[in-house]
Nanobody, 124 residues
């Protein structure tokens, strides 16, 4: 069964850091582009970051550029989202998604597999 599972969310103070993990099972992550999306209460889902499968090309939304970093560890079949200098406006459910393709996929409709999400709360 193909699935991705997020972990690493939690409560953190403003300015703090979290590292989210997206673990793949049932398929080899090497051939899949991975994206991170988030949805805050009452807001639409938005793209945060994504990474290609073939050459690790990355994309970041302007709101997280310079603070978040996406990386992949194909040996562990896992993609990470390192989130630094967190702000209250980063509070949301974070989802990872996967699609079998070489290039990055920025839009949510391009993805085939989605995780259940992990909650991130940034608050003092």
């Amino acid at each position: 069964q193909v699935q991705v599972v997020e972990s690493g969310g939690g409560l953190v103070q403003p300015g703090g850091s979290l590292r989210l993990s997206c673990a793949a099972s049932g398929f080899t992550l090497d051939y899949y582009a991975i994206g991170w999306f988030r949805q805050a209460p009452g807001k639409e889902r938005e793209g945060v970051s994504c990474i290609s499968s073939s050459d690790n090309i990355t994309y970041y939304a302007d709101s997280v550029k310079g603070r978040f970093n996406i990386s992949r560890d194909n040996a562990r079949n896992t993609v990470y989202l390192q989130m630094n200098s967190l702000k209250p406006e980063d509070t949301a459910f974070y989802y990872c998604a996967a699609v079998q393709r070489r290039t990055i996929a920025i839009m949510s409709h391009e993805y085939d597999y989605w995780g259940q999400g992990t909650r991130v709360t940034v608050s003092s």
